[in-house]
C-alpha cells in the first residue's frame, strides 16, 4: 500500500474519534450551554415561566442595581463567605505547617486526611439537620453543655439572634470545607522540592521564615486555585442558610434578612414570585461580580508572583 493509502486510512480511522466524544458534546452543549444562553436571553425580558417572554432590554438590570435587598443580601454573602474563607484557609495552613513540618513528624497523615475530608462528603441536608438541631435554643446540647460547665445561665438563640446566626453558617462552613483546602494544600506543599527545606533548616532559617520566603511563594498558583474555588461557592452560598433558615423577606436587622444570600433572593424571584426573567439578570450580574472579584484576586497574585 501507498504512503497515501496508508495515510488515508489513518484519517478515516481517526474519524472514529469524533464518535466517541460526540455524546458527550451533545450532553454538554444541551445541559450546559444551552441553559446558559437561555438565562443571558431570558434576563432581557419579562417572563414569568410561562406564556410568551416579553423583550425589555436591559431593564431587568437596571432594577438589579437599584434594588436595595439585592446589595443588602449581597453584602450578607460576602460577609459569611468572609469569615468563612479566613477561618478555612487559616485552618488548613495551620495544618499544611504542622504536618509538613520535618521537625514535628506526625505520622497517620492519611488518616488525618480522610478524617478532615469526611465532612466535605456528608450531605448539605444532613448537615443543616445535625446543626439545627445542636444548636435548638431550648433542647440543643450545645447549649445543654454550655449551662452544665457553668458557661452560661440562660439558653442562646443561636439562629435567631442577629449577631450569632451568620457566624454559625460561617462557621458550619468552615467545618465542611476546610478538609478539602488541606489537601489541596498539602499537595502543593508535598509537590516542593525538599532541598530547599534541608538548605533552609542548615543555614538555620525558622519555621516562619521558612514558610514566608518558600513555602508561600511556591504554593501560590495553588493559593489562588482554593481562594477563587472558594469565591465562587460562597457567593453561591444557598443550601446551608436556606435548610436552617428558610426564604423570609426580613430586614437587616433580623436573622431571617442577615442570613438571606443572594442566591436565596435570585431563589425568591425565580421560583416563588416566578419573575423568572427578574431572576435571569441577578443570576448574571452575580457572575459578573464574581468574574470580576476573580480577575482581580488573580492580577493581585499574580503581581506578587513577579
Not at 84 to 90: A, S, Y
Not at 97 to 121: E, Q, T
Amino acid at each position: 500500500m501507498t504512503k497515501t493509502g496508508v495515510a488515508k486510512k489513518k484519517k478515516d480511522y481517526n474519524r472514529w474519534g469524533y464518535l466517541f466524544v460526540l455524546p458527550f458534546v451533545i450532553v454538554f452543549l444541551v445541559f450546559s450551554i444551552y441553559p446558559v444562553l437561555r438565562t443571558l436571553y431570558l434576563s432581557l425580558t419579562s417572563y414569568k415561566g410561562y406564556g410568551d417572554a416579553v423583550w425589555i432590554g436591559i431593564d431587568n438590570y437596571i432594577r438589579v442595581f437599584k434594588d436595595r435587598f439585592f446589595w443588602r443580601d449581597l453584602w450578607n454573602t460576602v460577609k459569611i463567605w468572609g469569615v468563612n474563607i479566613i477561618l478555612q484557609i487559616g485552618l488548613a495552613f495551620l495544618l499544611t505547617i504542622i504536618f509538613s513540618d520535618i521537625k514535628y513528624k506526625v505520622k497517620g497523615l492519611s488518616v488525618f486526611r480522610a478524617v478532615f475530608y469526611l465532612p466535605n462528603l456528608i450531605a448539605a441536608t444532613s448537615v443543616a439537620f445535625l446543626f439545627k438541631t445542636l444548636l435548638d435554643w431550648k433542647y440543643g446540647t450545645f447549649n445543654q453543655m454550655l449551662m452544665t460547665l457553668g458557661l452560661t445561665d440562660q439558653q442562646i438563640n443561636w439562629m435567631g439572634t442577629v449577631s450569632t446566626a451568620p457566624w454559625v453558617i460561617s462557621i458550619i462552613q468552615t467545618w465542611m470545607w476546610f478538609g478539602n483546602s488541606f489537601i489541596v494544600l498539602m499537595a502543593a506543599v508535598q509537590g516542593i522540592n525538599p532541598d530547599y527545606f534541608e538548605a533552609a533548616a542548615i543555614d538555620g532559617a525558622g519555621r516562619w521564615t521558612v514558610f514566608r520566603k518558600i513555602t508561600l511563594p511556591l504554593i501560590r498558583p495553588i493559593l489562588l486555585y482554593v481562594l477563587i474555588t472558594s469565591l465562587i461557592g460562597g457567593l453561591q452560598l444557598f443550601d446551608l442558610p436556606f435548610l436552617m433558615n428558610g426564604v423570609a423577606p426580613g430586614t437587616a436587622g433580623e436573622p431571617s434578612g442577615a442570613l438571606q444570600t443572594v442566591v436565596m433572593y435570585l431563589y425568591k424571584f425565580g421560583f416563588e414570585t416566578r419573575q423568572v426573567g427578574y431572576a435571569s439578570a441577578i443570576a448574571y450580574t452575580l457572575f459578573f461580580i464574581i468574574l470580576i472579584v476573580s480577575i482581580i484576586q488573580f492580577k493581585t497574585i499574580g503581581k506578587e508572583e513577579e
